[in-house]
């Protein structure tokens, strides 16, 4: 008798991977808050059933950020409150204890987050890291106070502490 295989499905912030993982998966992905009402995390959960393990792309926070305010103007506006909003609800599913698998896609270490995700699936999975639909960088930098972020539990122990 075969093992019963589990539904994945790509949970992201916006710019941390999404497209990468959806290739190298074949799976679709939806971005954190839509599992919330009105995108609110601190709203009330609008899928009661959710995907048996949820893959989980990331990036270093700096990055997504900048990734992130390149397409669009950097200032102050509703676009911030997503990015929060984004990663709260992540993090509240998280902490509400659905399964994650991470891929952080800029670590050294990033094939053995690679491996725990093959092993769950089953099969192989070959990649060259290349990024899919990125800008590149851009001299301009729009700073920002990330502690929301670099405040997640998975995400000071990938990726340490604020650098």
């Not at 939806?30 to 899928?47: I, L, M, N, S, W």
């Not at 659905?98 to 999975?125: A, Q």
Request: one cysteine or more; proline letters at 7%.
């Amino acid at each position: 008798m075969k093992p019963e295989r589990s539904r994945l499905k790509i949970i992201s912030v916006p710019h941390t991977g999404s497209n990468f993982l959806k290739k190298l998966l074949g799976v679709g992905y939806k971005h954190a808050k839509a599992f919330f009402e009105h995108g609110d995390p601190e709203g009330r959960r609008r899928y009661p059933v959710l995907p048996d393990v949820m893959v989980v792309p990331l990036r270093h926070p700096e990055d997504n950020w900048q990734s992130w305010v390149r397409r669009y103007d950097g200032s102050d506006t509703p676009w911030v409150q997503n990015h929060y909003n984004q990663w709260k609800c992540l993090e509240r599913l998280y902490n509400e204890g659905e399964e994650m698998i991470f891929v952080p896609l800029d670590v050294p270490d990033r094939e053995l987050y690679l491996d725990k995700l093959r092993k769950h699936v089953g099969k192989k999975l070959l990649t060259d890291w290349e990024p899919v639909n990125s800008t590149g960088r851009k001299k301009k930098e729009f700073k920002k106070d990330l502690s929301y972020v670099w405040d997640i539990s998975f995400i000071k122990e990938i990726y340490g502490g604020v650098t």
